[in-house]
């Protein structure tokens, strides 16, 4: 049985919002709330972009491209690894073989 979500508040550029959280997750939401924060303020403070909605956007649209960069980065190294797999698979029948060959 699934526990309730409960409800916590968190203050993003001086204003509270009221978010639904699972158990367990209290802590990373709130990590994630002081995150956006400090790069709400950081936005606001470089004075070229005003209006809360406008800086909202600039960071998320910031948090998308190091999210789709991390996740191709990962992408290319999980192709990487599985190059790094293959070839080591190709050597060990290699030499499974040969050793094989000088049985006989």
Not at 85 to 97: G, N, W, Y
Request: include cysteine; charge should be negative.
């Amino acid at each position: 049985m699934s526990k309730a979500a409960k409800t916590l508040s968190v203050v993003i550029l001086d204003k509270e919002y009221r978010v639904a959280c699972q158990p367990g997750e209290e802590e990373a939401l709130l990590a994630s709330a002081m995150e956006l924060d400090e790069r709400m303020r950081a936005i606001r403070q470089s004075g070229k972009i005003i209006g809360t909605e406008r800086i909202a956007v600039m960071v998320a649209l910031n948090m998308a491209h190091e999210l789709l960069n991390a996740n191709r980065e990962g992408d290319e190294g999980d192709a990487s690894l599985e190059r790094r797999m293959r070839s080591l698979q190709d050597k060990v029948e290699v030499a499974l073989h040969q050793f094989n060959q000088l049985e006989l």
